[in-house]
């Protein structure tokens, strides 16, 4: 199973930007889709965005659509999710999961390997 190690988290002003990395380490990771979940306080955890293991499929939650940007770079191990024009709404902590041969899907149950998060706070 992947380990999976979270950074880039911060407090940033409504319309900033921030860039999370997730580094996996312990498998292959060119072998699993990568997805990013966020869980704000009081709320349930919801699908923020994911990739293919193949990269060829990029899924998106609507409330990000056009504001966030997930890429991989299998020769680092890393996936990393570019946030621009943030919300205060985007407050939430951030989380990082892989699938095995995933296609990059929304469901959080299909993912087996979690990070142990990153705080993103927007203010207003």
């Known amino acids: 199973q992947v380990q999976l190690v979270e950074s880039g988290g911060g407090l940033v002003q409504a319309g900033g930007s921030l860039r999370l990395s997730c580094a996996a380490a312990?498998?292959?990771?060119?072998?699993?889709?990568m997805g990013w979940f966020r869980q704000a306080p009081g709320k349930e955890r919801e699908f923020v965005a994911a990739?293919?293991?193949?990269?060829?499929?990029?899924n998106y939650a609507d409330s990000v659509m056009g504001r966030l940007t997930l890429s991989r770079d299998n020769a680092k191990n890393t996936v990393y999710l570019q946030m621009n024009s943030l919300k205060p709404e985007d407050t939430a902590v951030y989380y990082c999961?892989?699938?095995?041969w995933g296609s990059g899907n929304p469901y959080a149950n299909n993912y087996e390997s979690w990070g142990q998060g990153t705080q993103v706070t927007v203010s207003s």
């Open positions: 999961a892989a699938d095995r």
């Open positions: 990739i293919a293991w193949n990269g060829g499929r990029t």
């Open positions: 312990g498998g292959t990771f060119g072998n699993y889709a």
